[in-house]
């Protein structure tokens, strides 16, 4: 699980233990991680906490054979970084521009190089993108962000494409509206319970995606609260 904090990537991280799968959960904060590694180890699982940037070739490289040394190949790639900074194209730097594209799409390339392999070599295996609004209709403020997902996107139907055939699931979930996390709660305490989506029941929603029957798999999913304009 790649890009664990508060909110989506906690709740997958917990969905999946609870489904008797062994998480490693890679993040560049080392505090949150390592408290909920030991949470779930504490109640029964196996969780390994891995800092890196996922922007950097090197330290992916790294995180991953702590991985694999320490859980074994990756059978479930579960990819959801994602910030990005927002603003107009008069307002975003070209650095702001490039974090933005190596958080979403490089990050996502390096961590599907990670497994592939061995996922290739076992003739199974799934990769699921967290997107997002912006990846599939770009606003004015998207001028960083929005390119980033668009790439991840187009990655995501590359893969599929490729490693379908081979028994490998990918798909892309699109996240469309805001999620239920602290931040978002303190930034607009006017939203309601009904504006925002559930971690856990986004968490679902992945679940389901890996454990669908190769006969009808899903390689794109929309989820948004039901009040949300589409």
């Not at 560049?28 to 196996?46: D, H």
């Not at 190596?102 to 993108?129: D, P």
């Not at 990846?135 to 790439?151: D, R, T």
């Not at 995606?209 to 006969?215: E, G, P, R």
Request: charged fraction near 20%.
């Amino acid at each position: 699980m790649v890009g664990v904090g508060p909110g989506l990537g906690d709740a997958l991280v917990r969905r999946f233990a609870r489904g008797g799968h062994p998480v490693a959960l890679v993040a560049r904060s080392r505090e949150f991680i390592q408290s909920l590694a030991a949470e779930i180890t504490a109640a029964g699982g196996r969780a390994l906490a891995v800092s890196a940037d996922v922007g950097d070739a090197e330290a992916v490289a790294r995180a991953f054979d702590t991985v694999r040394a320490k859980l074994g190949p990756p059978e479930v790639l579960l990819y959801n970084a994602g910030s990005g900074k927002w603003g107009r194209i008069t307002e975003i730097t070209p650095a702001q521009f490039e974090e933005s594209w190596r958080t979403n799409a490089y990050g996502a390339f390096l961590c599907a190089k990670q497994v592939v392999s061995e996922m290739i070599k076992n003739g199974r295996g799934v990769m699921l993108f967290t997107g997002a609004t912006a990846g599939v209709k770009a606003g004015p403020l998207s001028a960083a962000f929005g390119p980033a997902k668009f790439a991840m996107r187009g990655l995501a139907q590359s893969l599929a494409r490729d490693l379908g055939p081979r028994g490998i699931h990918v798909a892309y979930v699109n996240v469309d509206g805001m999620i239920d996390m602290p931040h978002v709660r303190s930034q607009m305490p006017q939203v309601k319970n009904e504006d925002l989506l559930k971690p856990a029941a986004i968490a679902e929603a992945y679940w389901h995606l890996a454990n669908q029957d190769a006969s009808a798999w899903t390689q794109e999913l929309d989820v948004r609260p039901f009040k949300e304009k589409f």
